[in-house]
């Protein structure tokens, strides 16, 4: 168990804020709401979420991760299946939007506000995902980094030798898995610094990526045994002499122009320069009026006060 306390060893946490109040949203009864009767249960599972984390961890540093742009561009222009299934077209010509549920949509605000009077740090970049700002604050860290997500992709970043792992919450925040390398090589049959060239290899449905026709995980494990990545990879392909079946040939000189761009798209940004972001986890919230006046108009008492007894008690 970490160390509680204010003498505590610094970690930072980072959270894939949209992955975990999905989550909540789908996770806590719609019957959950505000006294005047709008549905809070994204707010309320987030919260506890952080409550449920923040004291199994004792992070001394914290940052909710945004999606300013939840489908950037550049990836599009890269890749445009990227992302599309998640879209909703509009008839009036107005920008991809994702398909959020009407009550989830207007709980984002109530949780950004609630957020804010407590003074945990809300970390966005315009176009790019929350998976990039994690990437950067990952990468530039000078402590161990947790990240909770729901999504695969950020397996990449998993890194042993800085203390880099991710809390995996597939199976639900309580479930959650502490994925380091030697998990994922058991899961996948690769290294952790091999899952994005991994994920472009076989596709994933979920991001549209639709991978090198004719290779699964298992032909995309054994391939990236042999070479380290898919540089190598295209290497071997050009190369006549080399070391490479004609079957795994053919399939990545067919997916030639996929592979070209694919990776791009896939491994996520480490080099954001995010700005001086006050990342300390508070001990008391920033606002307590507003977070008393929030608390009370949104209906969220307990998840409130559980999570200002966590930050006291860190």
Known sequence: MPTHGPDRPQRLMLLDTA???????????????APDGTPV??????????SRLTGEYAPTHLACCWDNDWRPQWRVDLLPSYKMHRVEAERTGAPD??????PLQAQ?????EVLEAFGIAVVGA???????????????????????????D??????????????????????????????????????????????????????????VAGVGDKTAATLLGRFPDIDALTAAVADPGSDLA???????????????????????????????VELGLPRTPADPDRLVELSAR???????ARLVETLTDL
């Open 154 to 211: 950020l397996f990449q970043l998993v890194d042993d030798e800085r203390g880099v792992r991710v809390l995996y919450v597939a199976r639900g925040v309580r479930l959650h898995e502490r994925v380091d390398d030697a998990w994922v090589k058991d899961k996948y049959g690769v290294h952790a610094r091999q899952y994005a060239d991994f994920a472009t290899l076989r596709g994933d449905a979920s991001d549209g990526l639709p991978g």
């Open 126 to 152: 315009d176009g790019y995902e929350a998976d990039d700002v994690i990437g950067s604050l990952a990468t530039q860290a000078s402590m161990p980094v947790d990240i909770v997500t729901g999504d695969r």
């Open 108 to 112: 984002v605000p109530v949780i950004l």
């Open 19 to 33: 992955s975990l109040y999905f989550r909540a949203f789908y996770g806590v009864p719609d019957s959950v709401t």
């Open 97 to 102: 939007v994702e398909e959020v549920p009407d």
């Open 41 to 50: 249960n994204a707010v309320r599972g987030l919260l506890d979420f952080i």
């Open 298 to 304: 949104w209906g969220l008492d307990s998840p409130v």
């Open 246 to 276: 004609p079957g795994p040939r053919r399939k990545l000189a067919d997916a030639a122009d996929y592979l070209a761009v694919a990776p791009q798209v896939v491994r996520v940004a480490r080099d954001l320069d995010l700005g001086d």
